[in-house]
């Protein structure tokens, strides 16, 4: 099913809108992400209540009213449980199954457009259960990536772009995602090269840094140390606990944490989002 197709007229000036808050959004968030480690959700809220009604836009002149219900319904139902804080625990299960239900519809009554919807229920729910077990450690990485997928379910073929190809079948946030772990990784190559400068060739050399805790800031640097009874102990890097454990390290008087770097991840995900719509992903 085409969405977010070349188009004229008013199905042109959506796309144009759709696309360019996308843009706006990602620019905004990465500001935010690099000067305070923070992206607020008014951010993902913009986001998919623009692009949410544009693809369902598309949908209902590409697939039909029923399709484009079942996906508008399952995207709000999921942007609810995303976004709100009251939407949580118990409450959160029926709004899930909801948003599961209305994403499968078009494939279980056989309705145009169900390649899409499922492609996004798969995605979405992926992205989501990284976050549920911690592979994706920032709730706004994970809401990013949740948001890209219900207002990009499928590549928008617009303007020329891609310049080389983009292969249909792959949803592209789940590209994003690739292409922007590939930046991260290149990026922490400095970490293991601080520690082979410093001479360190210890337990964590690629993942942490020696800094002062005098110096050591928890909203950029998570501690992989903390004391314990016995002194000094390994420790899993913790947003929550950051900030209490580099104060019990500076009321001990100890001089130096091992830290890991926080990666403002929503930069390489906006850096990744660019390279794919415009030069796209040529792979078979």
Not at 197 to 215: D, E, N
Request: charged share 10%.
């Amino acid at each position: 099913m085409p969405m977010l197709t070349d188009t004229t007229g008013p199905a042109e000036a959506v796309i144009t809108v759709h696309l360019s808050v996308i843009a706006l959004v990602m620019v905004s968030a990465v500001v935010s992400d690099i000067r305070s480690r923070h992206v607020g959700d008014l951010h993902w809220a913009a986001m998919v209540a623009v692009g949410v009604p544009a693809v369902s836009i598309s949908t209902l002149e590409s697939a039909g009213a029923a399709t484009a219900v079942c996906y508008a319904a399952g995207c709000c139902l999921m942007s609810a449980y995303m976004l709100s804080e009251r939407i949580s625990g118990g409450l959160a299960v029926p709004v899930v199954i909801a948003s599961a239900a209305a994403f499968a519809a078009p494939s279980a009554f056989g309705l145009p457009g169900a390649q899409a919807c499922s492609s996004a229920l798969f995605t979405v729910f992926f992205f989501a259960g990284l976050h549920q077990t911690g592979l994706i450690a920032g709730g706004a990485d994970a809401k990013c990536l949740m948001s890209l997928t219900m207002v990009l379910p499928e590549y928008p073929s617009v303007g020329g772009l891609p310049l080389t190809s983009y292969p249909s079948v792959l949803p592209p946030a789940m590209a994003v995602l690739a292409l922007a772990l590939l930046m991260t990784l290149v990026w922490g190559i400095r970490i293991p090269a601080a520690n082979i400068s410093a001479g360190y060739f210890g337990r964590g050399m690629a993942t942490s840094v020696s800094v002062p805790v005098h110096s050591a800031d928890p909203v950029r640097q998570w501690p992989v140390e903390r004391l314990s009874p016995s002194g000094i102990v390994r420790c899993a890097p913790s947003a929550d606990e950051a900030s209490s454990i580099i104060e019990e390290l500076r009321s001990a008087g100890v001089e130096n944490v091992r830290v890991t770097p926080v990666v403002p991840f929503i930069a390489p995900i906006a850096l990744a989002l660019a390279v794919i719509l415009v030069i796209g992903l040529p792979i078979a």
